[in-house]
Each structure stands twice: as structure tokens, then as C-alpha cells.
């Protein structure tokens, strides 16, 4: 019946076939768009963990040139550090000795806080007061789909 239809000559597609086209292109493209974002956001969460471990050498490195004492603020560190590391970062890392308590500043996704006297549980990312001078804690928070997560380095 189909080619009493059609006439000699005649090509095209059914508004089926056109369909099933456009159906599989939208699906295409809604997969798309759940995973460009979470592609991106996991890029950022892998830079800020980078600049952290970076920042935690430099603060080392400066520790051990200057007989193990910690920077007393960042511009101390000025000499190691020229800006092009913190490539995710709005501002500045900041030094504090305040270590933060429940729900206290990990600084931001666009700030690293370095914690002196205390040390980073990498598990939980919980940073805890530490009695030694020589002891630090980088605190920064990383993207998730929902409010950001606390996390740090450290030495």
C-alpha cells in the first residue's frame, strides 16, 4: 500500500523517521548539558586541590629557608610566590592562627586560609588545632552540586 502512495520518482522521509531524529539529537543534547557542568566543576575542584598542595610546598619551602618558622603573614612570602600559581583564585591566600571551629572559615572556593599550629585530616578534612609552631593547615572548599564541601592540606 505504502507504494501505491508514493509516486514514481518521489524520496523523502515519513515524519516518523523525522522524529525519531529529532528525538535522539534532544536526547544527545540534554546529556550534554548534565555533563559539560560536572565536567567543569570537577576541573575547578582539581585545580583548587593543586594550588593547595603547591601553597603547602611554598609555605615548606620557606619554613626550611628561614629555620623552620612559619610566614608571619602571606606578603612574607612574597619572594616565592609571583601570583601565577593561584590560577583559580580571586584573592590571595590569607594566614590566620584562629583554626576554625564548627563551621568555621575554610575560606572559600576562590580563597585558600594557611592555619598556623595546626594540622589537616585529609580524610575528613577536619582541621585541628596542633600545639607546635612549625605545624600548618591549608583550608579551602571544593564545588559540589549542592553547598560547598571543607576540605585542606597541609604538611
Excluded at 534532544?26 to 557542568?37: E, Q, S
Excluded at 616565592?80 to 593561584?86: A, D, I, K, V
Excluded at 591566600?93 to 564548627?102: D, E, M, R, V, Y
Aim: aromatic letters at 6%.
Amino acid at each position: 500500500m505504502k507504494n501505491l502512495l508514493r509516486k514514481k520518482g518521489q524520496s523523502g522521509f515519513t515524519i516518523i523517521e523525522v522524529t525519531i531524529v529529532l528525538a535522539i539529537a534532544g536526547l544527545i543534547m540534554a546529556i550534554v548539558f548534565v555533563a559539560v557542568p560536572a565536567l567543569e566543576r570537577s576541573a575547578r575542584n582539581t585545580q583548587r586541590k593543586n594550588d593547595a598542595s603547591n601553597l603547602s610546598g611554598l609555605v615548606s619551602e620557606y619554613a626550611s629557608n628561614h629555620a623552620g618558622v612559619l610566614p608571619a603573614q602571606y606578603s612574607d612570602m612574597s619572594s616565592l610566590t609571583s601570583g601565577q600559581h593561584w590560577s583559580i583564585m580571586d584573592t590571595t591566600p590569607t594566614l590566620t592562627s584562629t583554626i576554625p571551629g564548627s563551621g568555621g572559615a575554610y575560606g572559600s572556593t576562590t580563597q585558600l586560609v594557611i592555619y598556623k599550629g595546626a594540622t589537616c585530616d585529609p580524610q575528613t578534612g577536619a582541621i585541628t588545632s596542633n600545639p607546635s609552631d612549625r605545624s600548618f593547615a591549608i583550608g579551602y572548599q571544593i564545588e559540589t552540586t549542592g553547598d560547598p564541601e571543607n576540605a585542606c592540606a597541609g604538611d
